[in-house]
C-alpha cells in the first residue's frame, strides 16, 4: 500500500510539471541549432505572414538542398496548424558545390533559411495560437548524422490587421536569404540544351556574354555531378559543356536547375531541346581535359593534361618504373632506420646455412610483399566508400602516427639495451627460437614498407599515379612490383651467400652494433613527434610524450624481471593502456588546423586553385610545392635545393610565385590536384607557365641546378610580361 501511495504522489507531481514545460521555438543537435522564425509578433485573419527555418552548422558541415546530389536528404517539415492556418512549401537558396571524396553534394554550409509562408484565412478562431513543427535533417561532414527536432511557436490571431511588429533581427536575416533565392527565368532569357557525346551542352542566353556560370540540376541522376562543367562564353550568354550521369538512359524532355551567374545572380531555367549555335571546341572531348573548367567549388582552375599523359604510360611502362623506384626507395632518407635493421639482420644470420639465409631473404619479402597488398586493399577500400586518398595517407592520420611512434620508441628501447624482445618465448621453448628469427625477418619487411610510404621516389610516382587510377587487378600488380624492388637488394644479398663472406663474425661487438642501431630509430621517432606537434598542437605531443614514458616503465619491468610472467602481464598492460591513450587522445586533443600554415617560409603563399587561376590570368608564372611535414624527401629537397640561396634568386629573376600546398594534414583539394597531374603522393613540384595547359613537372628529387634549368627554360615572354605586370602593379 505505502508502494502504491509513494507511485500515485510521482504521477501527480509529475502531471502537475508538464504545463510548465513551455515549447520552444529552437533546438540544439549535434553540430547543428535550428530554429523556426516567424516574423510578425501577431497572425492577422485573411493574410500572410513570413516565416523560415534557420539551421547554423558548425564549421565544415553541410545540409543539403532539394536535390542532394550524390547522397544526402534535404531537410523536411511537418506541421500540426490550428484550423484555418496553412504552410507553404520549403524554398531552397541557392546552394553551393560540396565535395566528398569522388562525389559531389549540393547544400549549404555555415548557415541558412528556408523561407515559407503562414497563410491565414478568414475563417479562423482569433485567440492564442501555437504552430508546432516537426523537423527532420541530415547533417554531414566527413561522416552523417540524422537529426530531429519539436518546436513550437506562440502566435495569437487576431480578427484585422494592424501595425505588424516585427523583431529586426530576424527580418534582416530572413531578408539576406530571401535575396539568394532563384529567381523566375525572365521572358528574354532563353535556355536550350542539345546532347553532346558524353553529356549535354547547355545554352543560356542573357543577353550580354557572362563570365562565368554554374548549373544545379532540379533532378537527381541526370548528371555526373563531381564531373566539372566546362565553361564558354558567347557574346549575349554562356554554353556550359555537363557530362551526364553513367546510368541515364534517356535524355530528358526538359532540363530544369537553377543557373548561378557572375554576381550571385540566380535564377531557375527551364531548357528545352534544341540546337546549341555556339559549341565550344572541347564539346567532343571528356569535359575533364581542355582549357579552365569549373571546379568542384564553382571557381574556375587551370586543368591539366598530366593525368592523360600518366594514363598513356602503358602497363609494362608503369611496372618497370614501380620496380625501379622500389629499388631506389631503398636509398631515401625515410628507410634509414630499416636500412640498419637489415644489416644487423644480414650480420646475425652470416653464419647459417645456405639454406636458412635464403629463408629469411624469402620471408622478409613475404612480409614487403603482404605490407603493400594490404595497403593497397586499404587504399582502394576506403576510395570505394567514397574517401578521396593518396600514397602516404596514413601518415594523414594522428592515431597511426602516435601509434607508430610508440613502436619504434619500444623498438629502440630494446635496441638499446632495456629488455630483450622475445626473450620469454625463447626460454619457454628452444624450437620457438627458430620461429621468433623468421618472425623477426617478416616483420622487417613490414616495417620497410611502412616508413617508406612517407617517400615518394624518383620514377615513383608515374607509376604510382597510373596504378591508382586504373582496375584493382592493375593497381595490385604494379604495386607487387614496386614491392619486389624495395625487397629486391636485401633478397639479393641472401641468394648469393658468397657475399656474407665480408660480415664480421658474430660476436660481443653485436650489442654494441644493436644500440648504434637504436640512434637512428629513436631520431625517426623524433621526426614522427614533430610530424605530430606540427600538425595537431603541443597537447597531442603531450600526451605523446606520456605514452612513451608509459612505455619505458612497460620496458623496465621486461628488463628488470626477464622471462617472469606476473612482469611481462604487468608490460602488457602498461602497452594496452597506451594504444588506448593514443587511439583516443587526437580525438580530444588535436587542435584545429591554422589557415596559411603552408606559406611558413619567405615568400610561399598557401595553394590554391583560384590562387593558381589568379596569378595565371596576371601572366605570371607559378611553381607549385606539394609537400607534407612527414615527407622527408619532402624536407630533403627543401633544404638541398628550394631554399637554397641561388634557387631563390632565380626565382626571383623570373619573377615566379611560389605556392606550397601542405598535404600534411588530408586536404580534399589537394588530394584532386595531384591526381589530376597524374600523381598520388608527394613530393610532387609543378611549374604553371603562361599559355601552356597544362604544368611543367620536375621530378620527385630536386636539386639546385634541375629547378634553375626549368626555370631558365620559362619563354622570355612570360617571364617579361610578368615582370612588367609585377613593375606595373
Known amino acids: 500500500m505505502r508502494s502504491l501511495r509513494l507511485a500515485f504522489a510521482l504521477t501527480i507531481l509529475l502531471t502537475a510539471g508538464l504545463p510548465v514545460l513551455a515549447a520552444s521555438s529552437s533546438a540544439d543537435a549535434p553540430h547543428v541549432h535550428v530554429r523556426l522564425v516567424v516574423l ?26 532539394k536535390n542532394a546530389g550524390d547522397a544526402g536528404e534535404p531537410p523536411r517539415i511537418r506541421w500540426t496548424l490550428p484550423d484555418g492556418v496553412t504552410a507553404s512549401d520549403l524554398l531552397f537558396p541557392a546552394p553551393s558545390r560540396l565535395p566528398l571524396g569522388p ?29 508546432q513543427a516537426k523537423v527532420s535533417w541530415l547533417v554531414c561532414q566527413a561522416s552523417c548524422i540524422p537529426g530531429k527536432a519539436e518546436l513550437a511557436i506562440d502566435r495569437p490571431i487576431v480578427p484585422q490587421a494592424g501595425k505588424a511588429v516585427i ?28 546532347p553532346s557525346q558524353d553529356g549535354f551542352l547547355l545554352a543560356v ?64 531555367i527551364s531548357a528545352a531541346p534544341g540546337v546549341v549555335k555556339d559549341v565550344p571546341p572541347a564539346a567532343a572531348q571528356p569535359v575533364a581535359s581542355g582549357t579552365a573548367s569549373i571546379g568542384h567549388a564553382g571557381t574556375t582552375a587551370p586543368a591539366t593534361s598530366a593525368a592523360a599523359s600518366s594514363a598513356s604510360l602503358g602497363l609494362l611502362g608503369a611496372v618497370g618504373l614501380a620496380l625501379v623506384g622500389g629499388l631506389l626507395l631503398n636509398l631515401m632518407p625515410c628507410v634509414f632506420p630499416v636500412l640498419f635493421l637489415k644489416g644487423l639482420a644480414l650480420v646475425q644470420s652470416g653464419s647459417e646455412e645456405r639454406g636458412r639465409l635464403r629463408a629469411h631473404g624469402g620471408v622478409y619479402a613475404l612480409g614487403i610483399l603482404v605490407s603493400f597488398w594490404v595497403l593497397v586493399g586499404v587504399l582502394l577500400g576506403l576510395r570505394m566508400a567514397g574517401a578521396s586518398l593518396g600514397w602516404g595517407f596514413q601518415f594523414q592520420s594522428p592515431v597511426f602516427l602516435s601509434l607508430m611512434a610508440g613502436l ?51 620514377l615513383m610516382g ?29 633478397v639479393a644479398l641472401t641468394l648469393q651467400p658468397a657475399w656474407t663472406r665480408w660480415l664480421p ?26 610530424v605530430l606537434a606540427q600538425a595537431y598542437g603541443a597537447a597531442l605531443l603531450a600526451a605523446l610524450l606520456g605514452a612513451f614514458l608509459l612505455l619505458a616503465i612497460a620496458g623496465w619491468f621486461l628488463g628488470r624481471w626477464p622471462a617472469r610472467r606476473w612482469a611481462t602481464l604487468v608490460a602488457a598492460g602498461i602497452i594496452a593502456l597506451v594504444i588506448a591513450v593514443n587511439a583516443l587522445a587526437p580525438g580530444r586533443l588535436a587542435a584545429t588546423p591554422q589557415t596559411g600554415t603552408a606559406a611558413n617560409a619567405k615568400g610561399w603563399q598557401p595553394w590554391s586553385a583560384e590562387a593558381v587561376a589568379q596569378y595565371a590570368a596576371q601572366g605570371r608564372p607559378v611553381f607549385v610545392d606539394f609537400t607534407a611535414n612527414w615527407c622527408l624527401s619532402c624536407q630533403v629537397n627543401e633544404h638541398v635545393a628550394l631554399s637554397q640561396p641561388q634557387v631563390q634568386k632565380a626565382f626571383a629573376d623570373a619573377n615566379v610565385v611560389l605556392l606550397r600546398a601542405d598535404w600534411t594534414r588530408h586536404d580534399e583539394a589537394i588530394t584532386q590536384a595531384l591526381t589530376a597531374l597524374g600523381r598520388d603522393g608527394v613530393p610532387a613540384y609543378a611549374l604553371y607557365v603562361p599559355g601552356e595547359k597544362s604544368p611543367r613537372l620536375l621530378p620527385e628529387v630536386l636539386t639546385p641546378s634541375v629547378v634553375t634549368d626549368a626555370l631558365a627554360a620559362l619563354p622570355r615572354g612570360a617571364t617579361a610580361s610578368s615582370t612588367m605586370t609585377s613593375t606595373l602593379r
Open 40 to 65: 510578425p509578433e501577431e497572425l492577422s485573419r485573411g493574410t500572410s505572414a513570413q516565416a523560415g527555418l534557420y539551421f547554423k552548422l558548425d564549421p565544415g558541415w553541410h545540409i543539403y538542398w
Open 103 to 131: 562525389l559531389m553534394d549540393y547544400g549549404y554550409e555555415n548557415e541558412v533559411l528556408f523561407p515559407f509562408t503562414l497563410s491565414v484565412a478568414k475563417s479562423a478562431r482569433p485567440g492564442p495560437a501555437q504552430l
Open 167 to 194: 523583431d529586426p533581427q530576424d527580418a534582416a536575416l530572413y531578408d539576406r536569404f530571401v535575396e539568394k533565392l532563384p529567381k523566375p527565368q525572365p521572358k528574354e532569357m532563353k535556355a536550350v540544351f542539345q
Open 205 to 268: 542566353s542573357t543577353g550580354r556574354a557572362e563570365s562565368s556560370a554554374i548549373f544545379f540540376p532540379e533532378e537527381q541522376g541526370i548528371l555526373d555531378n563531381p564531373a566539372p562543367q566546362l565553361f564558354t562564353a558567347t557574346p549575349h550568354g554562356f554554353v556550359l559543356n555537363l557530362k551526364k550521369d553513367a546510368s541515364l538512359t534517356e535524355h530528358p524532355s526538359v532540363l530544369k536547375g537553377v543557373i548561378e551567374l557572375a554576381g550571385g545572380r540566380v535564377f531557375a
Open 408 to 458: 619504434l620508441f619500444f623498438l629502440g628501447l630494446s635496441l638499446a639495451g632495456q629488455f630483450e624482445i622475445g626473450l620469454t618465448l625463447t626460454r619457454a621453448g628452444g624450437s620457438l627460437a627458430a620461429k621468433q628469427g623468421y618472425t623477426g625477418s617478416f616483420f622487417t619487411g613490414v616495417l620497410a614498407v611502412i616508413v617508406a610510404t612517407p617517400c615518394t621516389a624518383p
Open 462 to 490: 608515374a607509376a604510382v599515379g597510373y596504378a591508382l587510377a586504373q582496375p584493382a587487378a592493375v593497381t595490385f600488380g604494379v604495386f607487387t612490383a614496386l614491392a619486389l624492388g624495395l625487397a629486391s637488394p636485401y
Open 505 to 530: 663474425r658474430p660476436g660481443a661487438w653485436m650489442d654494441v652494433l644493436k644500440q648504434v642501431v637504436s640512434v637512428p630509430i629513436f631520431a625517426t621517432v623524433i621526426w614522427l613527434a614533430w
